[in-house]
C-alpha cells in the first residue's frame, strides 16, 4: 500500500509561515489534498489537486507538490489555524485506494 | 447547500451489533461516492471504505473487508456503516465524507464536505 510521511508536529509564531511537508514515492505524479482538523471538529478541505483552494479559505493557505515532497504553505499564520493537518492521495494502482497521511501538529507560539 | 447529517452517538456492549447513518442533502445524492473515516481516539484519519448510492457499487479498504458493512438507501438519500459484532477496538469517531471526483485531465479524488462524525463507544 502507499504510504503519506508527515512531521508529527511543526511550531510557529504568529504572522509568521508554517510548511507542512508530505512525503510518499513519486508523489509529484499524483493529485495531493489537505484537511484541516480543529479540535473536536469534522476535517475541512484547505487545499486540493495540489494547489487549488476551495471557495471560503483564505489564500493564506498554498500547496505545492513535486518529486517526493508535497506541501501544505501556511503564511501569515494566526492563533486559530492551530490544528492538525492531513494530506490525502488517491491512488488506483494501492489497497487502500484512498490513503491519508500520518498527520501534524501545527502549535501556534 | 451541500449537507451531510450523521446519527447520534452511540454506547454499545461488545458483541452487540450497530448501524449508523449519513443522511445527504443539497445535492444529487445518487451522483456522487460518499465515503466513511474512522478516527480512533487521539489518532490519525482512516479510509474504511466507499459506495456509489447510484448503484450501490461498493469498495472496501483491505483493513476493514469483512469487519464492517456499507450501505446505501438512495430513497431516502442515507448512507449506512454497520458492524455485525462491536469489538472495544471499534471505539472511534466515524465519519462519513462526500467524494468528489475527476478523472481528466488526471484523476482527482478528494472529499469534499463530511459529516459532523458518530462517536462509537463499544465498552462492557
Known amino acids: 500500500s502507499y504510504v503519506l510521511t508527515q512531521p508529527p508536529s511543526v511550531s510557529v509564531a504568529p504572522g509568521q509561515t508554517a510548511r507542512i511537508t508530505c512525503g510518499g514515492n513519486?508523489?509529484?505524479?499524483?493529485?495531493v489534498h489537505w484537511y484541516q482538523q480543529k479540535p473536536g471538529q469534522a476535517p475541512v478541505l484547505v487545499v486540493y489537486?495540489?494547489?487549488d483552494r476551495p471557495s471560503g479559505i483564505p489564500e493564506r493557505f498554498s500547496g505545492s507538490n513535486s518529486g517526493n515532497t508535497a506541501t501544505l504553505t501556511i503564511s501569515r499564520v494566526e492563533a486559530g489555524d492551530e490544528a492538525d493537518y492531513y494530506c490525502?492521495?488517491?491512488?488506483?494502482?494501492?489497497?487502500?485506494?484512498?490513503?491519508f497521511g500520518t498527520g501534524t501538529k501545527v502549535t501556534v507560539l | 447547500e451541500v449537507q451531510l447529517v450523521q446519527s447520534g452517538a452511540e454506547v454499545k456492549k461488545p458483541g452487540e451489533s450497530l448501524k449508523i447513518s449519513c443522511k445527504g442533502s443539497?445535492?444529487?445524492?445518487?451522483?456522487?461516492?460518499i465515503g466513511w473515516v474512522r478516527q480512533m481516539p487521539g489518532k490519525g484519519l482512516e479510509w474504511m471504505g466507499i459506495?456509489?448510492?447510484?448503484?450501490?457499487?461498493?469498495r472496501y479498504s483491505p483493513s476493514f473487508q469483512g469487519q464492517v458493512t456499507i450501505s446505501a438507501d438512495k430513497s431516502i438519500s442515507t448512507a449506512y456503516l454497520q458492524w455485525s459484532s462491536l469489538k472495544a477496538s471499534d471505539t472511534a469517531m466515524y465519519y462519513c465524507?462526500?467524494?468528489?471526483?475527476?478523472?481528466?485531465?488526471?484523476?482527482?479524488?478528494?472529499?469534499?464536505?463530511w459529516g459532523q462524525g458518530t462517536l462509537v463507544t463499544v465498552s462492557s
Open positions: 459506495i456509489y448510492p447510484g448503484d450501490s457499487d461498493t
Open positions: 443539497g445535492y444529487s445524492f445518487t451522483s456522487y461516492w
Open positions: 513519486n508523489i509529484g505524479s499524483k493529485s
Open positions: 465524507a462526500r467524494t468528489f471526483e475527476r478523472r481528466s485531465p488526471r484523476n482527482v479524488y478528494y472529499f469534499d464536505y
Open positions: 489537486d495540489d494547489s
Open positions: 490525502q492521495v488517491w491512488d488506483s494502482s494501492s489497497d487502500p485506494l484512498y490513503v
